[in-house]
């Protein structure tokens, strides 16, 4: 039993003493790509051109949320 219980002292100390190594904000927050006008003008036309029904719209929302996430990461992160 002392053996074992030895054993996960270690274990322990060595995952406490490596604590440091963890990485910083900024190196967690995501790349926030960016995209010229022309491409940004692209993507509009294409949405727009899209059937009423389509579900594309939705994903769309969910990823401008993500980009807006991103970008308060990085804020947060580098201030």
């Known amino acids: 039993m002392r053996c074992s219980m030895l054993k996960w002292v270690r274990l322990a100390i060595m995952l406490l003493s490596t604590a440091h190594c963890a990485k910083a904000p900024s190196d967690v927050c995501p790349p926030v790509?960016?995209?010229?006008?022309?491409t940004r003008i692209a993507a509009?036309?294409?949405?727009?051109?899209?059937?009423?029904?389509?579900?594309?719209?939705?994903?769309?929302?969910?990823?401008?949320?993500?980009?807006?996430?991103?970008?308060?990461?990085?804020?947060?992160?580098?201030?």
């Open 33 to 38: 790509v960016t995209y010229d006008a022309a």
């Open 44 to 79: 509009a036309d294409e949405l727009a051109a899209l059937p009423q029904q389509s579900v594309l719209p939705r994903f769309l929302v969910d990823y401008a949320a993500l980009r807006a996430m991103a970008r308060a990461c990085t804020a947060v992160a580098n201030p």
